[in-house]
């Protein structure tokens, strides 16, 4: 079946360094989306990338979509404490359900 | 706008016990999925109803089940609890078609003791 995964599982970095957290599917994706999950909280809706090679930018992350849509990327510029949480990747095939990465738990040093 | 609304939030069952979650979609929204969440499995995809009707399911046995009423609000049931079910249940609900940003409610923690 459809597998995703993500990586690296952990990071931590100093404030003001980058982050970048990197997504695998099997199988070919109509779609992919990007989730945040602060401490304690539910995961939080970020983007959704649809066409192959498309990157977007949200102040200081940037989402690629690999051009052959089997993979994606987060990067964060120089990071900051709010930051903090766990980022989920989440592949869908074309009619079928949403497959979760693992997750990257970001941690960032002040 | 109300979010999506899940009860009960913190529950303790005994094993063998069964477990009923309840989740309210955001107004307007007809489907809705569920999640586990554990430290060691990440999220993983339970089902995902859509006007009544189980659109998608996931790799759980069938001790796990769930239906939608016609007013799109939904609920899961787990029965003989086991210990390893301990976990938070996420409701996600969405507009309609696959594709859509999904939503996730605050969860229901659940303890199996």
């Known amino acids: 079946g459809q597998q995703v995964m993500q990586i690296p599982q952990y990071q931590h970095v100093q404030e003001g360094e980058d982050f970048t957290t990197y997504c695998n599917s099997s199988?070919?994706?109509?779609?992919i989306q990007w989730y945040k999950q602060r401490p304690g909280g539910h995961p939080v809706f970020l983007i959704q990338?649809?066409?192959?090679?498309e990157v977007k930018k949200q102040k200081r992350l940037t989402f690629q979509f690999g051009e052959a849509k089997k993979n994606s990327s987060l990067h964060i510029t120089a990071t900051q404490t709010t930051d903090v949480g766990t980022y989920f990747c989440?592949?869908?095939?074309?009619?079928?359900?949403?497959?979760f990465g693992q997750g990257t738990e970001l941690s960032v040093k002040p | 706008k109300a979010g999506v609304t899940q009860t009960p939030r913190y529950l303790i069952k005994t094993r063998g016990q069964q477990v009923t979650l309840s989740c309210s979609p955001i107004?307007?929204?007809?489907?809705v999925s569920w999640y586990q969440q554990t430290p060691g499995q990440g999220l993983q995809f339970l089902f995902e109803?859509?006007?009544?009707?189980?659109?998608n399911k996931g790799n759980f046995p069938g001790r796990f089940s769930g239906r939608q009423f016609s007013n799109s609000r939904s609920e899961m049931n787990v029965s003989t609890l086991e210990l390893g079910d301990s976990a938070l249940y996420l409701c996600?609900?969405?507009?309609?078609?696959?594709?859509?940003?999904?939503?996730f409610g605050e969860g229901s923690w659940l303890t199996v003791v």
């Open positions: 996600a609900s969405s507009l309609a078609n696959s594709g859509n940003t999904i939503y």
């Open positions: 199988t070919t994706l109509s779609n």
């Open positions: 990338l649809v066409k192959s090679g």
């Open positions: 989440a592949g869908q095939e074309r009619g079928g359900k949403l497959i």
């Open positions: 107004s307007g929204h007809r489907s």
């Open positions: 109803y859509f006007s009544e009707t189980q659109r």
